[in-house]
């Protein structure tokens, strides 16, 4: 079966400093990869998604960056952080484009 | 215009009450999905169903049960005897742009769900 992760699962970072968000799949190839942002108020917003390595398209511009360096791994990134970076972060993998998206477990981010 | 609207941003009931979240969606597409995704407080969400356009058959999965009506765009989401586990952030998803090739999934703003005992 196949699953998902994201680390770390909590982390708290200054103002400024980079941010590296890992998320990897199990037990599938070729997935569409995808992150998505979720702020106070609940609602998600997809910033990134992935069809394949190296093809990354952006949904909203931002602080942020994404890079799908293998097949099964999509790591989230910024060279300066913002207060309004903070949030939870899920990554989300789907077999293909008219397929369901299955979560991570999330990290929670909060900028200081 | 939100695509995806849940009017409804939290609801409390008592366990063992029947409980009907809403759903109603925009589209201009004739090829769509929608889809329910549950969150507890671990954050993680789950998914739940996933429908397509073509077929308003109503679903049932246990306590669960799911209401298409195209007529209304609403796709609405019945708990059944809710329990406390049901405790948690519900949200509904469309999937369009097929007919242009190109798919978004767009999240309604969710539903908390509080049973109590």
């Known amino acids: 079966s196949q699953t998902i992760h994201q680390w770390p699962a909590t982390l708290v970072q200054p103002v400024g400093s980079p941010l590296s968000l890992e998320c990897t799949v199990e037990g599938t190839s070729n997935p569409n990869l995808y992150w998505y942002r979720q702020a106070a108020g609940r609602g998600l917003q997809l910033l990134f998604y992935s069809v394949g390595i190296g093809q990354i398209s952006s949904e909203v511009p931002q602080n942020l960056s994404a890079s799908r360096p293998q097949d099964r791994q999509f790591i989230l990134s910024s060279k300066k952080l913002l207060l309004s970076d903070s949030g939870f972060y899920l990554c989300?993998?789907?077999?293909?484009?008219?397929?369901?998206?299955?979560f991570g477990p999330g990290t929670r981010l909060l900028v200081l | 215009a939100q695509k995806v609207t849940q009017a409804q941003t939290e609801i409390s009931v008592v366990e063992k009450e029947d409980v009907t979240l809403d759903c109603v969606y925009e589209?201009?597409?004739?090829?769509?999905?929608l889809f329910w995704y549950k969150q507890p407080p671990s954050g993680e969400l789950v998914f739940l169903i996933r429908?397509?356009?073509?077929?308003?058959q109503n679903e049932i999965s246990g306590r669960y049960s799911w209401n298409f009506q195209k007529s209304t765009s609403s796709f609405n989401f019945t708990i059944t005897a809710s329990q406390v586990v049901d405790s948690a952030v519900y949200f509904c998803a469309l999937s369009e742009g097929w007919d242009s090739g190109y798919s978004t999934l767009t999240f309604g703003k969710g539903t908390m769900l509080l049973v109590s005992p």
């Open positions: 989300a993998w789907s077999a293909g484009t008219a397929e369901t998206q299955y």
């Open positions: 429908r397509n356009s073509f077929d308003e």
């Open positions: 589209t201009r597409d004739t090829t769509y999905y």
